[in-house]
């Protein structure tokens, strides 16, 4: 899971201990862009300075180059916001990360015979980054790039399995709790619940609660560079109890294995 806001707000600001004032400036403006996208996406300078320790006027000479360049964009409360050229990049990231990824969602299918996915925390919703689909005839099928709400899914209980209460209440307050099925998690305890259940057991479930008849198992990718899960889901009457049993010592060891993967920033 990506650091938290609280975390790098006792951290050093980012940048290499040698090398070219160019070279400082460049991790110290990506730095900036990482603690604006913990903050929500919108910060003032005073926020910024609070959090990284750099001075004022080095975040604002910073902030005026990304203003320049699109990736940043200053609101009429003199605040600032992330900006929309930084949607290109997250697509062409998102794209790759699927490529990437999906070696290991072929090998959960090759192991579990169910459809495979990954999927990151986009903001306050899942979005389904790559799939390898199951050889069944009948099987799951979620098209990547779909976006859905965390409260009913299970890769979206295990990517905020971590998340502090507090924080996960205030998403389900911005997001709503719409029903999907009639054993959707609908209220902020039972969800929250249901997060301490994935945190015992180091998985998480979606039991018919996205759509009737079918069920999933998903994990967190461990210290991925963003949120991201891993999910196995099928048929209710083939992911049953005793499926899972079997699915999830899979399932966690595809993930590390996809860590250390995004770790390095790619495959070999």
């Not at 899971?1 to 006792?10: D, F, I, L, V």
């Not at 604006?36 to 902030?63: K, Q």
């Not at 609660?209 to 196995?232: K, Y």
Request: aromatic share 4%.
């Amino acid at each position: 899971m990506p650091p938290s806001a609280e975390q790098k707000t006792t951290a050093p600001a980012a940048g290499p201990a040698q090398g070219s004032a160019g070279v400082q400036s460049l991790a110290r403006a990506f730095d900036l862009l990482e603690r604006m996208a913990d903050a929500g996406g919108e910060v003032g300078l005073s926020e910024l300075s609070g959090t990284s320790g750099l001075p004022l006027p080095t975040i604002h000479r910073l902030m005026r180059t990304l203003v320049s360049c699109g990736y940043v964009r200053q609101q009429p409360n003199r605040r600032y916001a992330l900006g929309p050229r930084l949607i290109r990049l997250g697509e062409s990231a998102s794209r790759l990360l699927g490529s990437w990824a999906r070696p290991y969602l072929a090998r959960l299918v090759e192991e579990t015979g169910e459809t495979a996915n990954m999927a990151l925390l986009d903001g306050d919703e899942v979005v389904y980054v790559a799939q390898v689909p199951s050889r069944h005839s009948m099987r799951m099928f979620t098209e990547v790039g779909r976006r859905v709400l965390p409260h009913s899914t299970g890769v979206g209980k295990a990517l905020l399995a971590a998340t502090p209460d507090e924080e996960v209440r205030a998403l389900l307050t911005r997001t709503g709790m719409p029903a999907a099925t009639e054993k959707t998690i609908t209220t902020p305890e039972g969800f929250l619940e249901a997060l301490a259940t994935v945190r015992e057991r180091g998985y998480a479930t979606d039991d018919n609660e996205q759509e009737v008849g079918v069920r999933c198992i998903a994990v967190a990718v461990p210290d991925a560079p963003t949120a991201a899960a891993l999910s196995i889901s099928g048929p209710a009457g083939r992911v049953t109890d005793a499926a899972t049993d079997k699915f999830v010592p899979v399932l966690r060891e595809v993930a590390r294995e996809l860590s250390g993967v995004l770790a390095s920033n790619g495959p070999a």
